[in-house]
């Protein structure tokens, strides 16, 4: 099971991290992905990162903004997310992919959790 928390209502160009919680023996061999949906859109790719945290990828749309980033001791794996916009404004989903390699579509991913809700004002 996955569990985000952190979300919030953010001003514009502020920070904020989010975290997923993973219950289970995979978490440290799972790649991890961060998804977000705004009303009346579909759900789109964020960031993953490798099982290890040594790769990861993010889109282009938040690149040079939110990061990445896991604890395998922890069961954890973080989003941070800097330089806000209101167009981040969404709920935000974390994600487990039973592979080793980075995922990048939401079909890809095996597991899901509850999202978090954003919303960053201007």
């Known amino acids: 099971q996955l569990q985000a928390s952190g979300g919030g209502l953010v001003q514009a160009g502020g920070s904020l991290r989010l975290s997923c919680a993973a219950s289970g023996r995979t978490f440290s061999s799972s790649v991890m992905g961060w998804f977000r949906q705004a009303p009346g859109k579909e759900r789109e790719f964020v960031t993953t990162i490798s099982w290890n945290g040594r790769r990861s990828y993010s889109a282009d749309s938040v690149k040079g903004r939110f990061t990445i980033s896991r604890d395998n001791a922890q069961n954890t794996v973080y989003l941070r997310l800097n330089s806000l916009k209101p167009e981040d404004t969404a709920v935000y989903y974390c994600?487990?992919?039973?592979?080793?390699?980075?995922?990048?579509?939401?079909?890809?991913?095996?597991?899901w959790g509850q999202g978090t809700q954003l919303t960053v004002s201007s």
């Open positions: 994600a487990a992919r039973n592979d080793y390699r980075l995922g990048y579509k939401a079909g890809e991913y095996d597991s």
